[in-house]
């Protein structure tokens, strides 16, 4: 079964074997991004669409969409939303709770924001978060499904991006523009050159690994001295 054939099939599951399910007008859609990176924040969004305005069309799961189309949407849902919120969880807390409790930290932040605007919160993939101030309901593959839920993957993936873009701009070498934290190649071996930087998950293997390594210096402190 391909996954957007077994992300309905979850949905459908929603309503079986039980009464009638209640009408729900106004989604708060969440997702998140970067939960596997090395460095920088996990980004959590949720977004909330008006039933009565016209739909967004391109909508998608923001890793099936270009970075350039994905900054077009972006605009798109921005202005059309009823309500949006994202988090960007940095690396600290990510190391203090976990990146799985971190995630659902943010998950509840960002529900509370819209939450005056929703009736309730659908969460990509198979947890709802403890401690909602909304209704919440897990969905497999939502990303692909619902629409709600795939808006609020781009919002979370675009400003993830453009954060890691400005921690470029203090650590080029790392190269950060390039795979925004991810533990490829390259970051590898800068990361085993160089040491981990303040951006740097410190509770993840590879970076642990490499904490005898003096960190590295920002740019602008560099120039200072």
């Given at each position: 079964?391909?996954?957007?054939?077994?992300a309905?099939?979850?949905?459908a599951?929603?309503g079986?074997?039980?009464?009638?399910?209640?009408?729900?007008?106004?989604?708060?859609?969440?997702?998140?991004?970067?939960?596997?990176?090395?460095a920088?924040?996990?980004?959590?969004?949720?977004?909330?669409?008006n039933?009565?305005r016209?739909r967004?069309?391109?909508?998608?799961?923001?890793?099936?969409?270009?970075?350039?189309?994905?900054?077009?949407?972006?605009?798109?849902?921005?202005?059309?939303?009823?309500?949006?919120n994202?988090?960007?969880?940095?690396?600290?807390?990510?190391?203090?709770?976990?990146?799985?409790?971190?995630?659902?930290?943010?998950?509840?932040?960002?529900?509370?924001?819209?939450?005056?605007?929703?009736d309730?919160?659908?969460i990509?993939?198979?947890?709802?978060p403890?401690?909602?101030?909304?209704?919440?309901?897990?969905?497999?593959?939502?990303?692909?499904?619902?629409?709600?839920?795939?808006?609020?993957?781009?919002?979370?993936?675009?400003?993830?991006?453009?954060?890691?873009?400005?921690?470029h701009?203090?650590?080029?070498?790392?190269?950060?523009?390039?795979?925004?934290g991810?533990?490829?190649?390259?970051?590898?071996?800068?990361?085993?050159?160089h040491?981990?930087?303040?951006?740097h998950?410190?509770?993840?293997?590879?970076?642990?690994?490499?904490?005898?390594?003096?960190?590295?210096?920002?740019?602008?402190m560099a120039?200072?001295l």
């Open positions: 079964m391909s996954r957007r054939g077994a309905a099939a979850t949905l599951l929603f079986a074997g039980g009464p009638a399910p209640v009408a729900v007008q106004r989604i708060a859609g969440v997702d998140e991004a970067g939960r596997g990176p090395l920088g924040p996990v980004a959590v969004a949720a977004v909330v669409f039933p009565a016209p967004i069309n391109g909508l998608d799961d923001s890793k099936q969409l270009t970075a350039a189309r994905r900054d077009q949407l972006y605009d798109r849902i921005i202005d059309r939303a009823l309500a949006f994202v988090v960007l969880v940095d690396a600290p807390t990510v190391d203090r709770l976990n990146i799985y409790q971190a995630t659902l930290q943010g998950m509840r932040e960002v529900v509370a924001a819209v939450a005056h605007v929703a309730l919160a659908r990509d993939g198979n947890v709802v403890k401690g909602l101030v909304l209704p919440g309901e897990a969905l497999i593959g939502g990303d692909a499904i619902d629409r709600a839920i795939m808006a609020a993957s781009i919002l979370a993936k675009v400003s993830r991006d453009r954060y890691m873009q400005q921690v701009a203090q650590y080029p070498h790392f190269g950060f523009d390039q795979h925004k991810y533990g490829t190649p390259a970051h590898l071996a800068a990361l085993r050159e040491g981990p930087c303040v951006e998950r410190r509770s993840f293997a590879p970076v642990r690994e490499c904490l005898a390594v003096p960190v590295a210096v920002p740019v602008e120039l200072a």
